[in-house]
DNA sequence: ACCTGAACACCGTTCAAGT
DNA sequence: ACCTGAACACCGTTCAAGT
């Protein structure tokens, strides 16, 4: 991806304030974490490295990669972190409660998963699915629809969480605490035109004491009962 | 939203190159189609409405609210063009689709969903999927996880499946043909490290020949196979 | 009421110059 | 080899001035 900072014994420059890509992602995340998207500057990068901006350029190529690299960080981090088990249903609400737990306390990995999403942090995640799909005793081709349809899910829903999350906290007061927004959504849902929108005025009852990780557990609940109705081998290619 | 351009009887100034929020919107979705996300620009946009980029901020208050308002312009015209029919799972599938289409054909849209998700756009699909969730005799609490679930999952894998769409088309040279996309990702795959990525390198296989929208519908119907399995019905609220 | 376009503050990125 | 920081090209947004 980019150029390596240490390739055969060369000058060991070992100075423990020297910048290397490894330094400057950290950094990238922090910025990241404490100031949103638009927090990550190369100005400022540059400054909470005590360098400048064209400093970044010679570890990294750009901005873009900067962003793969610290959303890979942040997933590899987390799928080392979830706990396995033996069994498979439990092992997949664990992963996906590791991305939707990730993704709502870094919002931007998020983002970044959505608009790259054939870099390597996707692949971690979809191969940690993928492995308890083959453990459900789903074979052929069915694994590949299996761990693709829980990967669709999984991030999609986390990203659209954390998207709402964000501006639960942001729009409305930060002092507004998760109940009374969930009534403010839930009268909102409630004045929608009658005609035009009968099943979400229906469905606004639902909203108050609603909890988004059970939710989301039970959309993959949907989706490993609609994985173990299914003919569940099939002859491999 | 915003000031709205008419209101009461006023000076009736219909001179048919006047601006309005309406030409603003579809030259703005007309950048977008054209040159994607960075294209929309203010400067450009004030040239293709031969203004200057102060005019547009008297209609529009900001990038944000165009942005919104040229991805609901969208929605609203491809949930206006689905098909409807009888059986609610050919409807869903129906809807799936039309999202899915949109989505490839408007990537931005796609990114703008899953950036402000709590806006109407989301609300219109939401509504659509909920009535035939209704349709299927769901009853109760269970509409509301099964007609979020089904959300999470369109949306997740749409935008997915048009930014990798978008990456095939970018990155690699226009002129590559799907086959032989399909074939150097699996080519890939296969060459991932065998103790990091045993399930991914095994599935590699699958990969070519697979068709992006019949694996979408696969995934759609097992969670529609999840719902059917499910007690489907529970006294309401 | 509505439009014009210069100006402001801020970006990502480059690059000649240093060590 | 690695860092510095000014400079370039470009943004979103504002606003005094026009009609």
Redesign the pocket.
């Known amino acids: 991806m980019a150029k390596k900072?240490t390739r055969g014994p060369?000058?060991e420059?070992r100075r423990e304030d020297?910048?290397t890509r490894e330094r400057i992602v950290d950094a990238a995340i922090a910025l990241l974490d404490a100031d949103g998207e638009d927090g990550?500057?190369?100005?400022?990068l540059a400054a909470s490295l005590?360098?400048?901006?064209?400093?970044i350029?010679?570890?990294v190529t750009?901005?873009?990669e900067l962003l793969v690299a610290a959303t890979d960080a942040v997933v590899a981090r987390t799928m080392g972190e979830v706990r396995g088990s033996t069994r498979p249903h439990e092992a997949i609400h664990r992963i996906a409660l590791g991305v939707f737990d990730a993704i709502e306390a870094h919002p931007w990995v998020g983002a970044q998963l959505s608009r790259a999403p054939w870099e390597t942090a996707m692949l971690r995640i979809y191969e940690r699915l993928g492995r308890q799909v083959e453990a459900l005793g789903v074979r052929g081709r069915a694994q590949f629809t299996a761990a693709s349809t829980l990967l669709g899910y999984v991030i999609g829903v986390s990203v659209q969480n954390a998207t709402a999350s964000q501006f639960a906290r942001r729009e409305l007061a930060p002092s507004t605490n998760r109940v009374d927004f969930l009534e403010a959504a839930a009268a909102r849902w409630s004045e929608l035109d009658a005609r035009e929108y009968p099943f979400t005025r229906s469905v606004a009852a639902h909203l108050p004491g609603h909890d988004d990780r059970k939710e989301f557990l039970a959309g993959i609940d949907l989706i490993l009962a609609g994985i173990a109705g299914r003919p569940i081998s099939s002859s491999a290619t």
């Open positions: 900072s060369e000058r420059r020297a910048l990550l500057t190369f100005r400022a005590a360098t400048g901006p064209g400093a350029y010679w570890h750009n901005k873009g």
